[in-house]
């Protein structure tokens, strides 16, 4: 009985799901893991920028979902039932694994890139239906919760199979429809469950790592800052100065999302959690795609012509789309009591940026690159601006009636 025990240990099954934490620090293995979905999402957002076109942007945001599933499904396993034991070790490392054959086999030939791609997605799948079902043999009262989540899985996993034996358009079309699958199992969950589902709730842990997440979409920004100056021929003063505006622009993006996303709890029940994690997908692939825009601007606007239209169009839209995400995010977060007026004052403000972005997106205006990025920096400095002045009066007033 002992030698048992001391093997189960040794071996660390999966923390039980009734077992809860009311703070818990992410672990190193848990940044570890990160690392390589750092890796995939620099590896799809190159091939973008490489490869700008319709068809490029669509195998782009499925890369990024399926990339988004598979990170978000490994940090949930690891949530609710990672150990420090063996086992939630070899799983994360059997999972980095398969991520990094997947961004291996982006870079395969053309003739065998399609198929080196299925059979790693193929992978990923299968293995996360695994760590699911696999749960159940240790924990019983998992079992009812994760058998939507195994069958749909294995309907998506059949699917992609049958794609081995499909040409285009049809291989996209079924692997888009397996996306909306993978994504489906909490709301099947939910409506068969209903009471127990209303007890499963995003932890403070998961949102901190949504948000590390985050920071990673936010560094290949960044580096898209960073490459588009780096392409040109000569680095002048005016180029700096479109260099400093360009990063500025990221740092007052990454202000307004960590300000009113942020240390904030999201709504009690698993749809309220199912959804403000679906809400980050939009809004992070709109960083992705501010990415390869802000690479490919530097060098665009020295000649203009339609590609420099396409950039500029969806450098629009996609401002658009994170500040619609954001605002979109609020109503599934607790606000203190309190602050529901101030809420709703954020929530008008963003729709007010929304609005001003797309309507100088229609407009099309021929400005120069500096006086683009200038006008761009100060719709959102004047959003940050408002927003900071309506937090510090909502604020003085509260201590004054504390008073």
Same mark, same amino acid.
């Given at each position: *009985? ?31 893991? $990160? ?21 490029? &942007?669509? $195998? ?61 997605? &193929? ?7 695994? #760590? ?7 924990? %019983? ?15 998506? !996993?059949?699917? &992609? ?19 909306? #699958? ?7 969950? @939910? ?10 709730? #995003?932890?403070?842990? *998961? ?29 002048? !003063? %005016? ?16 202000? /307004? ?5 942020? $240390? ?42 339609? @590609?420099?239209? /396409?950039? %500029? ?8 789309? !994170? ?14 009591? $309190? ?14 940026? /929304? ?49």
């Amino acid at each position: *009985m002992a030698a048992t025990k001391k093997s189960n240990t040794w071996w660390g099954p999966p923390k039980k799901f009734t077992t809860q934490f009311e703070e818990r620090k992410i672990s190193w293995l848990e940044l570890f893991y $990160d690392l390589v979905y750092v890796i995939a999402i620099s590896k799809i957002t190159h091939h973008l920028a490489t490869n700008f076109s319709f068809s490029g &942007m669509l $195998d782009y945001l499925y890369f990024f979902v399926m990339i988004f599933w598979g990170w978000l499904n490994g940090s949930l396993y690891h949530d609710l039932h990672g150990s420090a034991g063996l086992r939630t070790r070899l799983m994360t490392l059997w999972q980095m694994m398969i991520v990094s054959a997947l961004v291996i086999t982006l870079d395969s030939a053309p003739p065998n890139r399609l198929f080196n791609a299925t059979i790693a997605v &193929m992978f990923m799948q299968v293995f996360i239906t695994y #760590l699911w079902w696999s749960v159940g043999i240790y924990d %019983k009262h998992h079992r009812k919760l994760n058998r939507p989540y195994t069958i749909i899985y294995l309907i998506s !996993f059949a699917l &992609m199979f049958l794609t081995l034996f499909l040409e285009q358009p049809y291989v996209r079309i079924i692997f888009y429809i397996t996306l909306l #699958l993978n994504y489906a199992p909490p709301f099947l969950t @939910h409506t068969l469950l209903k009471k127990e589902s209303l007890e499963l709730t #995003l932890s403070s842990s *998961m949102s901190e790592r949504l948000g590390l997440f985050t920071i990673i979409i936010f560094g290949e920004v960044a580096l898209g800052v960073v490459n588009g100056v780096s392409g040109l021929k000569e680095l002048s !003063f %005016k180029i700096w100065l479109n260099f400093g505006l360009a990063i500025s622009i990221v740092f007052s993006l990454w202000w /307004i999302f960590f300000t009113l996303i942020s $240390d904030r709890n999201c709504k009690r029940g698993m749809i309220n959690s199912s959804l403000l994690e679906l809400l980050y997908i939009p809004t992070l692939i709109a960083l992705g795609l501010l990415s390869v825009t802000l690479s490919e601007l530097f060098e665009s606007f020295s000649h203009i012509n339609l @590609h420099l239209n /396409i950039l %500029k169009m969806t450098f629009g839209f996609s401002l658009s789309l !994170f500040l619609l995400g954001i605002n979109t995010m609020l109503f599934f977060l607790e606000y203190p009591s $309190d602050t529901t007026n101030f809420k709703k004052k954020v929530q008008n403000i963003l729709w007010i940026g /929304i609005i001003i972005f797309l309507i100088l997106t229609g407009i099309n205006l021929q400005l120069s690159l500096f006086t683009y990025l200038l006008v761009t920096l100060f719709i959102l400095v004047s959003i940050i601006f408002v927003l900071n002045q309506s937090w510090y009066k909502l604020n003085s007033t509260s201590k004054h009636n504390e008073d």
